[in-house]
């Protein structure tokens, strides 16, 4: 792999962009390629320029059908961003969900401008930032591998929040709260015109293992969050 | 990025720039119940240091000593594991799968 290419992927990752790394096992050539760019040393026929495009969505690796096996096998290696929690809160089940959802591979930033709350003492090694959730959203940006869950209860923070995640690509919103305090979300959330995205929203958050610690809770989030995210492929 | 799992390309970034060879290694074909899907990535220095995996663990000894051939001369390898496979880089699969390896030199 030449230093390009690694440079290229490593920014790729950290850009939160897709990425096909298509290389010919014979000989190691390789060309980088994605929506719109191919480069590199290898060539592709259009053929197999556009299945390796393909995987660009789904984040599959294979090799490429439309070339030859044997010699001229072509490899496949798709980079799609990693998955993302963002959780509105630096909240008591925030402390244990971080940790939780960073061993199940996602990347997590916690969000709460409270920096009473939102201290590295109470979630060590933790991406944590004290800005507004809008903010704070509309820089990290919403993207369809991004998952949104809001905990803090109050709607000074939660509600922005809903407000930017029901109309977006994420492929999960979820917010804690009883389903009275659901209740009232769901009203002002209509009031505020999105009457027909309300829906999207898990309430009461997570799966129901019927547990009540903030770590159960914390394990019912992830799971819902994984079911969620991979109901798609299961069609 | 998660730190883990997407560190590895950075990795190999900071190996060279402290002026260490590497190599890559990553799984191409997979047959059975092997372990780790197509596209799994294995990341070794020339002090054998490795980062990420290709297999729940019974191979990777056999991909870092091939890794460091391939530093050696700087020319990929194909390698090909499994339990009924007889070739020199037979080690055997616990979990009765087959994968295929490519080890590519890290410029």
Redesign the interface.
């Known amino acids: 792999?030449?230093?390009e290419a690694?440079?290229r992927?490593?920014d790729a990752?950290?850009g939160?962009r897709a990425l096909v790394a298509v290389?010919r096992?014979a000989?190691?050539a390789q060309c980088l390629v994605d929506a719109d760019t191919i480069d590199g040393e290898l060539s592709l026929s259009a053929e197999q320029l556009t299945e390796a495009r393909s995987l660009l969505g789904s984040g599959?690796?294979?090799?490429l059908s439309s070339a030859l096996p044997g010699a001229e096998r072509l490899?496949a290696?798709?980079y799609v961003p990693?998955?993302r929690m963002l959780i509105v809160g630096a909240v008591h089940i925030a402390q244990v969900l971080s940790k939780m959802a960073?061993a199940a591979?996602?990347?997590v930033v916690v969000i709460d401008p409270r920096g009473a709350f939102a201290s590295p003492e109470r979630f060590p090694g933790v991406q944590l930032t004290d800005e507004w959730p809008d903010e704070a959203l509309g820089r990290l940006g919403l993207d369809d591998a991004t998952a949104l869950v809001a905990l803090s209860h109050d709607p000074k923070l939660d509600d922005p929040a809903l407000e930017l995640a029901l109309p977006s690509k994420v492929f999960y919103i979820g917010a804690l709260g009883s389903r009275r305090t659901h209740e009232k979300r769901l009203e002002r959330l209509r009031a505020a015109g999105l009457g027909e995205l309300v829906g999207r929203i898990h309430s009461p958050i997570g799966l129901d293992l019927g547990g009540r610690s903030p770590a159960e809770i914390a394990v019912a989030i992830v799971a819902e969050v994984i079911q969620v995210r991979y109901q798609g492929e299961r069609g | 990025?998660?730190?883990?799992?997407?560190s590895l390309?950075?990795t190999?970034?900071q190996w060279?720039a402290a002026g260490k060879a590497a190599a890559?290694a990553?799984v191409?074909?997979t047959w059975g119940s092997s372990p780790r899907?197509?596209?799994s990535h294995l990341a070794v220095d020339e002090a054998g240091h490795f980062v990420g995996s290709v297999s729940g663990g019974c191979i990777e000894g056999a991909v870092i000593e091939a890794a460091a051939q391939v530093m050696a001369s700087g020319?990929?390898r194909?390698l090909e594991f499994g339990v009924s496979d007889e070739q020199a880089w037979h080690v055997g699969l616990a979990c009765g799968g087959r994968v295929q390896v490519?080890v590519?030199?890290?410029?």
């Not at chain 1, 599959?60 to 090799?63: E, F, H, I, L």
């Not at chain 2, 590519?104 to 410029?107: H, K, L, S």
């Open positions: 792999m030449k230093r690694l440079a992927i490593a990752q950290r939160r290389t096992l000989d190691g599959r690796s294979a090799s490899f290696r798709a990693s998955p960073d591979g996602f990347e | 990025m998660h730190p883990d799992t997407d390309f950075e190999l970034q060279r890559l990553t191409v074909s899907p197509e596209g020319r990929p194909l490519f590519e030199p890290v410029e």
